[in-house]
């Protein structure tokens, strides 16, 4: 039996996200870190996800460099993804666990007990991979498969191997990935957090970072690295209310996205948090905690919305969309003139 150490992860939106942090945060020290980045939002319009645009992918893209300085990013040539792994999967798990290493990659959610779309439907989505207890015949992975909140679950042996080696996954084969957790320090930039902060409130294109400065992927997800499909910063909420209106009109019974306003919230949450970090002023903090508490507000309103189909819900719901984008700005711009 072999299970790498699992933490509480800070952001978990995505599983890209609550992986990283399941991985890093055995301790405080990655919080200067933390809180210097992940304020830039953006809103992809080919797919209307919206990801920290600063840090969009640790595991993908980038040819095997990430800018998290506790994580180390390894990329096996395909070669020997797809010549050896790719009918030794369980083998090459084993391997790489035994080295205390994580592993990143797609698998069929066919065969994923766990998944809604289990002996349902065939859909590739990530993974990881964090221990393995050969006496059952069994894998630990994480992934947002309980409702789309990351879990932690087992499946066997044969399951997993099943899930790799249908023909599903041939192309996100390429994207598998090996992670190992170092040690490292970071020392909190209060000039970038400034002008992120800054850029976020004009809504201004993000050009840098590891994620923009690589060379598009080839595949179906290639869009996502031209920024020409991206809205950024507060412009955000302008898309998301405006296609809240395109379904109010549409009078077609269709599903808020909520992973969309789950990650606005946890923006908040992180917002909040880096202000008791880096500055000692409570009525500041105050206020922003009444920008939190509506996020939430509204992340609940919209589940409310997808059970009930209320219209006069997405009403409510682009009416506090305005109170967040008000009363934001307003908290930053003095945030911003004390930094």
Known sequence: ????????????????YAALFSIIAKNDDYLPWLYSNFISIGINTC????????HFSFFEYGRGYTSCPWLEVEKPAHKLIYSFYKSNIKDALLSYLNQDKYVWLYLDQYYIPQSENHLKKHRDHSVLV???DDEQKLFHLADNLDGGKFAKVTITYEQLVNAWENDICEHFRRFFIVLNRKDASYDFDICKVKKQIENYLSSRCIDEGFFWNQIAVDGPHAYVQH???WIFGQDVYRYV?????????SKIDTDLDIRVFHLLWEHKICMLERMKFIVNNEDLCNEYEVVSHVSLVIRNLVIKYNISKNNR???DINNKLE???QLEKNVLVKLIAIL
């Not at 039996?1 to 890209?16: F, H, R």
């Not at 797919?47 to 600063?54: A, K, N, P, Q, R």
């Not at 296609?243 to 109010?248: A, S």
């Open 227 to 229: 920024k020409d499909y």
């Open 1 to 16: 039996m072999k299970i790498l150490p699992m933490y509480e992860p800070q952001l978990s939106t995505y599983n890209v």
């Open 313 to 315: 819900l997405l009403d």
């Open 130 to 132: 964090y221990g393995y």
């Open 241 to 249: 209310q405006q296609q809240i209106n395109k379904i109010k009109t």
């Open 47 to 54: 797919d209307d996800t919206i990801y920290f645009t600063d």
């Open 323 to 325: 109170e967040v984008v």
